[in-house]
């Protein structure tokens, strides 16, 4: 009896060969995994879109923080000029101070907004109830100027593509960005 159930065993298992997969397998497999990539693709715009907005938040403030330190730094006036229209931003040391670049002024940039991303708010006011300036930026002249205390002057540099807005408010006394971000209300980041 033994033997023969040694027999059956090995006769059930030289019948388990492995012998690959069907092409109806296979076909099923890629099917599942296209349903599944077309339902995962609405959030992966989204998600692509949050992060080129904050890609270009901390490319702002990044030039805003550099040009205070500059100002600090060398005993010279530094200053953050926004171009709305054309979607650009620049920075320079004013050495002389009379508020325009000049020969021999060190210039970082100029910068581009991301594809997608202009200045301006889908907000209908401020974070603190202000109005929002019909190019985004409520900077005299669109401009940030640092002295070499830190300090600068007051104003808030909006940022919008189609789903959000972001709002940097400098601080005039310290002279450091403050970020919000506007998706049905304002609320504070980081």
Same mark, same amino acid.
């Given at each position: 009896?033994?033997?023969?159930?040694?027999?059956?065993?090995?006769?059930?298992?030289?019948?388990?060969?492995?012998?690959?997969?069907?092409?109806?397998?296979?076909?099923? &497999? &890629?099917?599942?995994?296209?349903?599944?990539?077309?339902?995962?693709?609405?959030?992966?715009?989204?998600?692509?879109?949050?992060?080129?907005?904050?890609?270009?938040?901390?490319?702002? &403030?990044?030039?805003?923080?550099? *040009?205070?330190?500059?100002?600090?730094?060398?005993?010279?006036?530094?200053?953050?000029?926004?171009?709305?229209?054309?979607?650009?931003?620049?920075?320079?040391?004013?050495?002389? *101070?009379?508020?325009?670049?000049?020969?021999?002024?060190?210039?970082?940039?100029?910068?581009?907004?991301?594809?997608?991303?202009?200045?301006?708010?889908?907000?209908?006011?401020?974070?603190?109830?202000?109005?929002?300036?019909?190019?985004? &930026?409520?900077?005299?002249?669109?401009?940030?100027?640092?002295?070499?205390?830190?300090?600068?002057?007051?104003?808030?540099?909006?940022?919008?593509?189609?789903?959000?807005?972001?709002?940097?408010?400098?601080?005039? *006394?310290?002279?450091?960005?403050?970020?919000?971000?506007?998706?049905?209300?304002?609320?504070?980041?980081?």
């Amino acid at each position: 009896m033994t033997f023969h159930l040694c027999l059956f065993f090995m006769e059930v298992v030289a019948y388990m060969e492995p012998r690959g997969f069907s092409l109806m397998e296979l076909m099923i &497999v &890629v099917v599942i995994i296209a349903v599944m990539s077309i339902m995962a693709l609405p959030g992966w715009g989204g998600f692509l879109s949050k992060k080129a907005m904050e890609h270009q938040r901390d490319m702002i &403030v990044g030039l805003l923080n550099d *040009a205070r330190f500059s100002a600090m730094k060398h005993g010279y006036v530094c200053r953050v000029v926004f171009l709305p229209g054309e979607r650009k931003y620049y920075c320079f040391e004013d050495n002389n *101070a009379n508020g325009s670049r000049d020969a021999g002024e060190i210039l970082s940039g100029p910068y581009g907004l991301e594809g997608g991303i202009e200045f301006g708010s889908l907000a209908p006011d401020g974070p603190n109830g202000t109005r929002i300036p019909g190019d985004g &930026v409520s900077f005299v002249n669109n401009r940030v100027s640092f002295s070499p205390m830190g300090c600068s002057n007051a104003g808030t540099i909006y940022i919008r593509d189609k789903n959000t807005s972001i709002a940097l408010r400098v601080l005039p *006394a310290a002279g450091t960005p403050l970020c919000f971000r506007y998706m049905g209300s304002w609320r504070r980041e980081g």
